[in-house]
């Protein structure tokens, strides 16, 4: 079992045929996370250990992804992902939680609050990738689309995520060496090696051939979360506030559906991993908040 520097409780669920590790920081109330693309709870370690001084902060990987199984089902699925989510609360002994979700993590989000609105105190929901609610949501269809048919083509997978990456407007150093630095805080907190993981080939696979597509093409049913009354924020980087991107946008046209704020985090779509103290003190204002609404 691994060992880290700081106080991290570890276990796994099984649920629904599979397996999920996670890992338990701090006392207080309790803080989920839902990782992005790759599903690695280790994306959210820095910025876990800072709030945990505060917060119960629970971070996990999600199915299929990095120490958690891939056994079941072959295709990805918003509603069960939601249903794990849930899963990890109850083996971390809790029934709800603020919740904080990252790019495929913050539709997940979006979805607990629809389907799973008992288990959510508030949602942040960080530049949700929800392209069908653009003007030109056809374009970006066509353009998820066509880096699936290359993954699932004999060019393969990898040249699929570079197309993706490079396709979708963002700054592709930044997020290199975002990842980089959240890489290496991980590795320098533990004591002990860590537990297996699926190979990045595989992890590359998930993305682009079971998450992409159902990723991208969900669209959240905003009337029942306004009707199941779940405190809803929708957060933005300022990196593509200042560019008006995409995601930017569509954070924009989600916030006015759902009639909630919006909230200007620093930096690019993955700099809780490059600058997590100002993201820290940013998200730790915003629970502030949720907190005083709750009481």
């Known amino acids: 079992m691994t060992a880290y520097k700081t106080n991290v409780q570890i276990d796994y669920v099984t649920t629904e045929g599979d397996t999920l590790y996670f890992e338990v920081r701090g006392q207080g109330d309790p803080l989920l996370m839902i990782s992005p693309g790759g599903g690695d709870g280790d994306h959210f370690m820095q910025l876990a250990d800072i709030l945990s001084d505060e917060f119960k902060v629970i971070t996990y990987d999600r199915r299929a992804n990095a120490r958690s199984t891939r056994n079941y089902p072959q295709n990805f699925e918003i509603s069960q992902q939601s249903r794990d989510a849930v899963a990890i609360l109850r083996a971390a002994g809790e029934r709800s939680a603020y919740v904080l979700g990252n790019s495929s993590g913050a539709n997940i989000a979006l979805d607990m609050a629809k389907t799973q609105p008992h288990a959510c105190r508030a949602v942040i929901s960080h530049e949700p990738p929800i392209p069908g609610v653009l003007p030109e949501s056809k374009k970006w269809m066509r353009f998820f689309a066509s880096v699936y048919k290359t993954g699932c083509g004999i060019s393969g997978p990898n040249l699929a995520a570079l197309r993706f990456i490079m396709g979708i407007n963002e700054p592709v150093k930044k997020l290199g060496k975002a990842h980089k630095q959240a890489n290496k ?95 820290s003190s940013v998200l730790r204002d915003l629970l502030h908040r949720a907190q005083k609404e709750n009481s």
Request: charged residues 25%.
């Open 185 to 279: 805080y991980a590795k320098g907190q533990r004591i002990e090696p860590d537990q297996p993981r699926i190979s990045n080939t595989d992890a590359v696979n998930v993305l682009i051939k079971n998450e992409l597509l159902p990723v991208t093409n969900y669209l959240p049913d905003t009337n029942k979360i306004m009707e199941n009354d779940v405190s809803m924020f929708i957060g933005v980087g300022s990196w593509a506030f200042g560019k008006k991107t995409w995601l930017a946008r569509t954070a924009i046209i989600l916030a006015d559906r759902l009639d909630c704020e919006i909230v200007t985090f620093p930096g690019h779509h993955g700099s809780f991993m490059d600058m997590p103290e100002k993201w």
